[in-house]
């Protein structure tokens, strides 16, 4: 951090106790070696008080509070280096302003594996149709955010044959596919765990989209517990 | 037998040949870029608030010697209190002389008196990292 005196006047400013002018409307630079003599001066402090002179710290002109404690070696505040703005940080409430790429790839690397599931459609009910029925409410992505699945179940208590499917309306039109499929097997309490490597969420929708369940049983018996989780960021 | 007058006599010529000095410590200096106008210090203090005191009853200053950082244009003058301070000489640096010169003034000499007070100030110019000397002859 610089210190260096401006002169806002057009006529040359004398500072006595330092024994140096301040050119018209010019500058000078304080060196190390006399920033103890400077910060004993008085006549700095009364010109910069009545903004004769305005202190630069080498990146902005300093108010006439920060300029005198700059040159008395007790200021405090510090600046981000390179900022366009000139933010100074430094008071209570203040707010870094981060602009780093390398700081922000890696808040969204670190974010990205850090998936908390707000979304979790579920339903339990009895099988009263061997045809392919809707199973949940459907969801719809929200606006401006993405779906992530965390993870797709089922669980059926009949010994017969039951498919659980999740799928998938495009931005709220057209058919729903099939995007993830349970195929519960007979003779057993069926498959309670993702068939699928779902990870730490995968992308399957953004705004718009719309996410259901249907069960599609090969006997009209039993009950079925069926659902999906996931992050909507 | 010598009589009072004449040993007064072989006093003053003893006090004026071997009470002859120079002051070779005599220097003022500033670190930095020195715009025109400022004033050299004295140790730490700028020369304009307090001077170097001359040390001899009464001299002549004989010679001036001016070093900066850089070659350059400028003037330093030699001057005495009180304010507003009386220039007592001054020099002229110019790029030909490179970085230092020594200036051996030519009479009239300078007058100074123990009742100085000297200092060194920068002007028509500036400079860089200077440092300024000068001798003083005179007797004690």
């Known amino acids: 951090m610089s210190k260096i005196i401006k002169n806002n006047t057009g006529s040359n400013v004398f500072l006595a106790d330092v024994g140096v002018t301040i050119p018209a409307s010019g500058q000078y630079v304080i060196p190390p070696t006399e920033y103890w003599l400077w910060a004993a001066s008085s006549d700095v402090v009364t010109k910069i008080g009545d903004s004769t002179l305005t202190v630069n710290d080498g990146s902005v002109d300093l108010t006439i509070s920060d300029g005198v404690d700059l040159v008395k070696g007790i200021f405090q505040k510090h600046r981000l280096i390179g900022g366009t703005d000139s933010t100074i940080i430094g008071n209570v409430l203040d707010k870094l302003k981060v602009h780093d790429p390398d700081v922000l790839s890696a808040i969204v690397n670190l974010t990205t594996n850090v998936f908390v599931s707000n979304i979790f459609k579920f339903n339990e009910a009895s099988i009263t149709s061997r045809n392919e029925t809707d199973f949940t409410t459907p969801y719809t992505v929200a606006s401006g955010k993405n779906f992530y699945l965390t993870s797709f179940a089922g669980s059926y208590d009949a010994q017969s044959a039951m498919y659980v499917r999740l799928k998938k309306q495009t931005n709220g039109s057209g058919p729903f596919f099939t995007i993830f499929r349970l195929n519960m097997m007979p003779g057993g309490q069926g498959d309670t765990s993702p068939n699928f490597p779902l990870g730490n969420g995968v992308l399957v929708g953004t705004a718009g989209d719309v996410f259901k369940i249907t069960v599609e049983s090969t006997i009209a018996k039993g009950t079925v517990f069926a659902a999906f989780t996931g992050a909507e960021l | ?140």
């Open chain 2, 1 to 140: 037998m010598l009589d009072c007058e004449t040993l007064a006599i072989i006093e003053e010529i003893v006090n004026q040949i071997a009470g002859v000095s120079a002051s070779p410590g005599f220097t003022w200096g500033r670190s930095g870029n020195l715009p025109d106008q400022t004033f050299l210090l004295n140790d730490t203090v700028p020369s304009n608030v307090s001077g170097r005191q001359v040390p001899v009853q009464t001299g002549q200053i004989t010679t001036v010697f001016v070093v900066a950082e850089d070659p350059g244009t400028y003037d330093v003058r030699i001057f005495k209190h009180p304010s507003p301070f009386t220039t007592l000489t001054a020099v002229s640096m110019v790029p030909a002389y490179g970085r230092a010169k020594t200036f051996s003034l030519t009479a009239p000499l300078p007058n100074v008196s123990n009742v100085d007070e000297l200092g060194a100030q920068i002007i028509n110019g500036s400079a860089k990292n200077a440092v300024v000397g000068c001798i003083i002859r005179g007797t004690l």
